[in-house]
């Protein structure tokens, strides 16, 4: 029996979700959903439909779990609770200061509603979150370092091109260097968040736009570029779709510990990701939050999750048998 999926949202993200359901032989894609004509839009599955977001509701009995592929900045916060109380849901809500909000929000109504719903899901927040929650498990002694990058935010490109006056954006987060060495050779340096990134975002404007007004919003947004120093740059249409249509990313997590009586050992846990396409990662891990969520609904479970209270074996297809005798 196949798990029935929803998108809602067929931007980059939505397009990775429905490739990611292609390799799983455990899913089949039912319905997309878009804000716009559906009509105008084109997707790959032979048998699945695609239909106006509005009528998301008519479909609540043919979707086990509904993706949601908008963007955090404006999307998310309202869309999560809206459909946590139709659907089990999926969403990779990454604005990480406002994720305790968000939850409580969407936990409240998934809870009346009897669904399951699962936020924050792709590789930060996500599997970074998990690394470093592990590591901190594992060495209490220590210190915490991320780093994203040099890539494609997806969220933080997202909140630039809903800037009055842009009309194409894409930025890029880009780790300090000797930062990053640093942390990786055990000086346990103390960093701020401006001390171990940049921003730099490539902007075609709208013509005759202010371009000044919209590098100032951009340096000062809250959550996004105010902690950072970030670079503005204004370029033609031609120079963007030349330039910045790719969406690679990638970064480091850290844990830097001591262990022993005095403290005498030192240890270091690097995890890294290099990803050539930051929505297709972030989609393939969705789906297997998608999987969690439809199998903890089959056994009752209701309210919002996180990666933190899922279990590993509840991502994969695999049984417990075969877990057990070939990957532990």
């Not at 029996?1 to 292609?22: D, P, Q, V």
């Not at 040099?150 to 930062?179: C, F, L, N, W």
């Not at 997590?253 to 403290?263: A, H, I, L, M, P």
Request: aromatic share 8%.
């Amino acid at each position: 029996m196949s798990i029935k999926i929803g998108i809602l949202g067929y931007g980059n993200l939505g397009r990775g979700i429905e490739c990611a359901i292609k390799q799983n032989v455990d899913m089949e894609l039912v319905a997309v959903f878009t804000r716009r004509s559906p009509e105008t839009v084109t997707i790959l599955t032979q048998g699945a439909r695609v239909y106006h977001i509005d009528d998301v509701e008519k479909m609540k009995n043919e979707i086990d779990v509904l993706i949601l592929c908008g963007g955090s900045a404006t999307d998310l916060p309202v869309q999560t609770p809206k459909y946590a109380e139709m659907f089990n849901v999926v969403d990779s809500f990454d604005t990480h200061a406002n994720i305790p909000t968000h939850f409580d929000a969407v936990d409240a109504i998934s809870k009346k509603a009897g669904k399951v719903s699962i936020i924050s899901v792709g590789w930060d927040p996500g599997m970074f979150s998990l690394n470093r929650l592990y590591a901190n498990a594992i060495l209490p002694q220590g210190c915490d370092y991320t780093f994203w990058g040099k890539g494609v935010s997806q969220g933080h490109s997202d909140a630039i091109r809903r800037v009055e006056g842009v009309k194409k954006g894409k930025q890029y987060t880009i780790p300090v260097d000797s930062a990053l060495e640093a942390v990786r050779n055990g000086k346990n340096p103390e960093l701020t968040t401006r001390q171990k990134h940049i921003r730099e975002c490539f902007i075609v404007p709208d013509e005759g736009a202010d371009t000044a007004k919209i590098e100032h919003e951009i340096k000062t947004m809250p959550n996004y570029f105010s902690d950072y120093d970030t670079t503005v740059h204004f370029i033609s249409e031609d120079e963007f779709n030349a330039n910045h249509t790719g969406i690679p990313h990638g970064g480091f997590v850290f844990r830097s510990g001591k262990t022993g009586w005095n403290e005498e050992n030192s240890h270091i846990i690097e995890y890294s990701l290099k990803l050539d396409s930051n929505p297709e990662f972030t989609s393939s891990v969705l789906i297997c939050y998608a999987r969690a969520a439809y199998r903890l609904s089959r056994e009752g479970q209701v309210g919002c999750k996180t990666v933190f209270d899922i279990a590993p074996a509840y991502l994969s297809p695999k049984s417990g048998e075969e877990l057990r005798k070939h990957m532990l």
